[in-house]
C-alpha cells in the first residue's frame, strides 16, 4: 500500500501544485482479517542523494467510533459504520433504518437502494451468516415486499456464494 499512495501522490502533484489545492492521503482498511501492519509513510532513496518520503493517515475502521459518522446524518458513510467499532449485528440495524429515514432531498430511492446494496456487501465481513444478515435487513425495515430487500436477498446470497468458492479454492 505505500508504494501505491506514493504513485498517487506523485501523480496529482502537478494539480495540487498549480492550484494550490490542500491536499492529504490517507488509506482506509477495512476488515482486521485482511490488515498487513501499515507504518502510514514510504521512504525512498536512490543514488546521488535523492529521496522521496511520502506519508499518509491509516485509518482502521474497526477501530474507528460509530457515533460521530450516526451523528453526520451523511448517507454515503452509514454504509461503513457495520464496520466499526462495536456490535455487528446492532451497526447493520441502525446504519441500515438510518439510511432508508434519510430525507429524499438528501438521497433519493435510486441512490438508497445502490448504498443499502453496499452496505450489506460490506456487512458480510462482519455478518457471516446469511439468513441473519437478512433477518438483520428486515429488522432495520427493508421489507420483505420492497423491491430493494429482494434486491439485497440476491446479491448478499450471491456474495457469500462468491466467497464460499474462492474459500474451496484455496483450500485446494
Not at 543514488?47 to 518520503?53: E, T
Not at 491509516?58 to 452509514?78: N, Q
Not at 457495520?82 to 430525507?103: C, D, K, Y
Not at 436477498?153 to 456474495?159: C, F, L, T
Request: hydrophobic share 40%.
Amino acid at each position: 500500500m505505500p508504494f501505491r499512495v506514493a504513485e498517487y501522490s506523485a501523480f496529482l502533484l502537478r494539480t495540487i501544485c498549480t492550484h494550490q489545492l490542500p491536499f492529504t492521503c490517507m488509506v482506509i482498511y477495512l476488515d482486521p482479517k485482511v490488515y498487513r501492519h501499515d507504518p502510514g509513510r514510504i521512504d525512498l532513496s536512490g543514488p546521488f542523494g535523492w529521496s522521496h518520503r511520502t506519508e499518509y493517515q491509516v485509518l482502521k475502521l474497526w477501530e474507528m467510533d460509530p457515533a460521530p459518522i450516526l451523528a453526520m446524518a451523511s448517507p454515503g458513510l452509514l454504509r461503513f459504520v457495520p464496520l466499526m467499532r462495536g456490535q455487528p449485528e446492532a451497526l447493520v440495524v441502525e446504519s441500515a433504518r438510518r439510511l432508508i429515514l434519510t430525507p429524499a432531498s438528501t438521497a433519493g430511492i435510486e441512490d438508497k437502494r445502490e448504498l443499502l446494496k453496499i452496505l450489506s456487501s460490506l456487512a458480510t465481513r462482519v455478518v457471516q451468516d446469511p439468513s441473519r444478515l437478512q433477518q438483520l435487513l428486515k429488522e432495520a425495515g427493508v421489507m420483505e415486499n420492497n423491491d430493494v430487500y429482494e434486491a439485497l436477498s440476491r446479491e448478499v446470497g450471491e456474495i457469500f456464494a462468491s466467497r464460499r468458492a474462492a474459500t474451496s479454492t484455496l483450500a485446494r
